[in-house]
């Protein structure tokens, strides 16, 4: 420690490691080894990252939140050096579909933010308010939202620059072409990317791990140590015995079936499409090329046979098309920095695709570890990230848990077990008992995941208000809502944006090879 010239206490910086290795690759290794090189590039540090041939890859059609354009906007990366070469599309949030049996709420839009929100989410609140006191007001979201108008009206999410809002995007891609892409991007920017098959997790007297062995002799040694190895969790549980922490009380999906479709008529929209089904439920995911379709289900109420029946059914396939089976576990390693290692990606843990969170965390993971080398509160880094884990886990248990359908085993059990965090719990009555959800989110301090706009926009969006016939007009007591007016002036911000097709034909064709 020492005095700046101005008399403030300057805090010592720790010199950066001098050697990482990260071992996996696909989009969560490339992504760590990107924003490494990055950070620490520059101070010297030499990155390697090691892929087995031996291991594929899990990765299909997948869908972002806005974090994943963040993280491109800071390795310096523009939409149009990648999106073209990864069959990239726009996302402007996610449509549930057939969660809710309620008349008027059989699908609503969960929207990404933007700023013109400001303008019409009291509204909402108030409106969802006044109907879950029993009020004959607007409760559903959809109306009040731009993202939820530029997705249906099959635009782009993407502000011209006369428009002085900012409006949030994520995208959809291809899994392994997003991998190659930025394995591409690193290697050019000096990370050593190295094909092996480790077969060994050399630790020290000390228990920190020394070296990773690979079955043709070779010896990987570095300072610190990056497990990217999916689901086997190779270094963190494998050598270093770290706890995993199962989800799978109340996250019970556990197997996936995936195939990809054409594209329909209507072309992409720049939305994620999330039906319910009698065990799970289906994504869809629009890439330029073809459409990704998953059913994410329990293997306790459907077998892999019959899941893949529904989705084929669902997709309008024949019986004998290919499909491709997943297995999942839903949880999280019980410290993501153990010793000299960082578990990243399905290494670190998994929840289900539902809210397409897994690189919003592998983000949140190193800039978080990258912000807290200086000090080394390894304690208050793996809070934060258990605390990110948790509020995500239970804003999706909240799907399942709220939704308005009881037609199968599987929902039954959903919409009604009391496996829920204290918070959740909180959230649910808040909600059901007229209180002020705002005040309770922000109290909760968990504002952060996900904030009262998403909570709003789910629970409303299921049709969670007294029945139809039980609720009682405005009266003096309540303001009107012109939707009228709030129609005029969403749809009026929406024209102000180009059609998804334009604005994926902005963009350069792709100039490599996938």
């Not at 959809?172 to 190295?194: E, K, M, S, Y």
């Not at 228990?207 to 002799?217: F, Q």
């Not at 999942?328 to 399905?346: D, F, I, P």
């Amino acid at each position: 420690m020492g005095l700046a010239a101005g008399g403030l206490e300057e805090v010592s910086r720790r010199p950066a490691p001098r050697r990482i290795v990260i071992l996996g690759g696909g989009t969560a290794g490339w992504m760590a080894a990107n924003l490494l090189q990055h950070e620490w590039g520059g101070e010297g540090t030499a990155i390697t990252l090691i892929e087995s041939p031996a291991i594929g890859i899990i990765g299909v059609g997948e869908g972002s939140t806005p974090q994943l354009k963040a993280f491109f906007d800071k390795i310096g990366v523009p939409e149009a050096e990648w999106m073209p070469r990864c069959n990239a599309t726009y996302k402007a949030g996610i449509e549930f579909r057939g969660w809710s049996d309620k008349p008027g709420f059989d699908h609503y839009f969960h929207p990404f933010p933007t700023e013109v929100d400001r303008f019409t989410e009291p509204k909402f609140f108030y409106s969802a308010h006044a109907r879950r006191s029993g009020r004959d007001t607007p409760g559903h979201p959809d109306a009040f939202f731009l993202a939820s108008r530029i997705a249906a009206e099959g635009r782009a999410p993407l502000a011209p620059a006369n428009f002085p809002f900012r409006v949030g995007y994520g995208y959809h891609f291809d899994a392994h072409l997003v991998g190659a892409t930025l394995r591409d991007i690193a290697v050019a920017r000096g990370v050593t990317h190295a094909s092996a098959t480790i077969a060994q997790v050399e630790l020290t007297e000390v228990g920190d791990v020394a070296a990773l062995l690979a079955d043709d002799g070779r010896r990987f040694e570095a300072d610190l140590f990056l497990d990217a190895s999916g689901f086997r969790a190779t270094i963190t549980e494998g050598a270093l015995k770290e706890p995993h922490v199962s989800f799978a009380d109340n996250l019970f999906n556990d197997r996936a079936v995936v195939t990809p479709t054409p594209l329909p008529a209507g072309g992409a929209k720049a939305q994620t499409t999330s039906t319910a089904k009698s065990a799970g439920w289906i994504w869809h995911i629009p890439l330029t090329n073809r459409a990704g379709n998953g059913y994410v289900y329990s293997s306790r109420f459907i077998n892999p046979d019959a899941a893949a029946a529904e989705l084929r059914e669902h997709c309008g396939l024949a019986p004998d098309v290919e499909v491709r089976h997943l297995s999942m576990r839903c949880g999280r390693t019980a410290r993501s920095w153990v010793r000299n290692c960082l578990a990243v990606g399905l290494s670190q843990g998994f929840l289900e695709p539902l809210e397409a969170t897994a690189l919003h965390i592998v983000l949140a993971t190193v800039e978080g570890f990258v912000a807290t080398w200086d000090t080394q509160d390894r304690d208050g880094f793996n809070s934060a990230i258990a605390r990110r884990f948790e509020g995500i886990r239970d804003y999706i248990v909240c799907h399942y848990r709220t939704a308005q359908r009881r037609d199968t085993d599987y929902w039954r059990e959903a919409t009604s077990h009391d496996r829920l965090s204290d918070s959740l719990k909180g959230i649910i009555t808040a909600w059901f008992t007229g209180a002020d959800l705002v005040q309770e989110i922000h109290e909760q301090g968990v504002a952060d995941i996900y904030p009262p706009l998403s909570w709003h926009c789910l629970l409303g969006g299921y049709g969670n208000y007294p029945d139809a016939e039980r609720l009682r007009p405005p009266g003096g007591d309540v303001r009107p809502i012109d939707m009228t007016n709030i129609d005029r002036f969403v749809g009026g911000c929406a024209l102000n944006f180009p059609s998804h097709a334009e604005a994926l034909a902005r963009l350069p064709k792709a100039a490599l090879a996938a």
